[in-house]
DNA sequence: GTGACTTTGTGCCCGGGTTCACAAGTGACT
DNA sequence: AGTCACTTGTGAACCCGGGCACAAAGTCAC
């Protein structure tokens, strides 16, 4: 994240205006909304999801305040409702948030309306559990198509998709309509696939090979490096062991 | 930063802060180290584990300085300074960093030095694709433990390991000291999955599923969440097609 | 209609991370 | 020996996200 590219903070304040004729109630002006925001967001949406799959809103009404949903989902009220102030904030005062107007709001805001087809390139243990994760269509990330350089696995099918020769990339991302690359390769061969990604159109970017990535300044990347995380632990564990008994078992 | 952690609310966040000045730990002399910089510090040790293993120090004397790691890393050389300044800095002025000392030092407060054991439940195509990451044991993660629940993986080998009934993870993880747990499992059974690390004594938790997780306190866990990362994605390419409109709005 | 209660929206402060800029220390060269 | 170019270490300003607390606003009861 901040390694890589000075995001694309744009300068300025320039609000925007609803993607679409959002019908009712006056323009939502959306400032730029903070990373952890729209984290969070993705969140208050997905609570809202499952209440409405299960049918139990939390009052009769369809209504639910902000400290219900925040209890939900496990942040702080306040939070919530300075997250949602950042959409507009449709919520009624003394009565709380209409359920489902919100949820309609957070899926306008997300993107959760539309699907965003990615495609995985290299095709080892990482990407292939990548391509047959579950979780990625279920929330609107369909794997759309797979590559690799290795010619035994070019053309064999790998969680239902035939994998494809990098070298197609272009082609086949074009005719797929991908807008996500996902890199699941070994690090040596990362900042090449990128390359090939950004020539073949591909803007946004999710790369898990540790180290940077160098790409133009309108391509967004973001780094999931698996072997950091374990070290952060690992990090805690050694101030925890400092702190405590270093090797004592009970004093 | 990275990734979000967001689960505040329950388990160990970023920081447990006591509210008033209870003096905590009286003689702690450890200075604490933020989190971003630990990430950083890693980082940093990687690139020169790199340039010792080529043998190209940057310099004939193994000397090198902040400029230059900073721009192999990729980061801003004042950063780079300040985040080697809490391990208490041993650079030279007007000279650099001694590169082995350098390394040796990250080494040690990293405690790169000694390997944590490393638990996946879930062997699942993410789990097997965990249990085979080479990035793991190559940091100093072996992993020596699998479970699942599924008779029909219990038993099995995956990447060379046995997989083993998640009810006999109290046993198996005291016999491999497994450290930290890695949660690679559906949803529904993350928290469960959870409470028996927890039971087994495990203090460090990398869930990949999302929702949050409540454990004790002395429990530190991380979450990666792969969907959000495409979220966060999309959400970008959501904006970028939006600013088509260069309206400008309320003053 | 009025009063009391509930909940939102947000101004303000705070703590932490990033960056700048500069003093201080060190080796090299004359 | 003296000077100078170079690099580290860090104090201070800046920016940003998190949390508290309160006023505004709406609802419900009567």
Redesign the interface.
């Given at each position: 994240?901040?390694?890589?590219v000075a995001d694309?903070a744009?300068a300025g304040g320039?609000?925007?205006?609803p993607?679409i004729g959002a019908a009712p109630g006056p323009g939502l002006?959306l400032r730029t909304?903070p990373?952890?925001t729209?984290?969070?967001l993705?969140?208050y949406l997905?609570v809202l999801d499952r209440c409405a799959m299960v049918g139990a809103e939390l009052r009769g009404d369809g209504t639910i305040s902000s400290d219900e949903l925040a209890g939900l989902?496990?942040?702080?009220p306040a939070k919530l409702r300075k997250d949602l102030s950042y959409l507009g904030s449709h919520g009624t005062r003394g009565v709380g948030y209409d359920a489902a107007a919100l949820r309609s709001t957070l899926q306008q805001a997300?993107?959760a309306h539309e699907t965003?087809p990615?495609a995985v390139v290299g095709v080892?243990?990482?990407g292939?559990?990548?391509a047959?994760?579950p979780?990625?269509p279920?929330?609107?990330?369909p794997v759309r198509a797979l590559f690799d350089t290795d010619p035994l696995k070019i053309g064999r099918p790998v969680a239902g998709i035939t994998v494809s020769d990098i070298r197609e990339a272009a082609l086949v991302c074009r005719r797929e309509d991908v807008?996500?690359g996902v890199i699941a390769t070994p690090e040596p061969a990362a900042q090449r696939v990128a390359d090939v990604l950004v020539a073949a159109g591909v803007?946004?970017?999710?790369g898990f090979a540790?180290?940077?990535l160098t790409v133009p300044a309108?391509v967004?990347v973001?780094?999931?490096?698996?072997?950091?995380?374990?070290?952060?632990?690992?990090?805690?564990?050694?101030?925890?062991g400092?702190?405590a008994a270093p090797r004592q078992a009970v004093p």
């Open positions: 994240m901040s390694t890589i694309g744009t320039p609000a925007r205006l993607p002006r909304i990373e952890a729209v984290a969070r993705t969140a997905r989902v496990g942040v702080n997300l993107g965003y990615v080892g243990h990482l292939s559990a990548l047959a994760y979780g990625f279920a929330r609107g990330f807008v996500i803007r946004s970017i999710l540790p180290g940077q309108d967004e973001r780094r999931v490096d698996l072997a950091l995380e374990l070290q952060l632990l690992a990090f805690h564990e050694i101030r925890r400092d702190v």
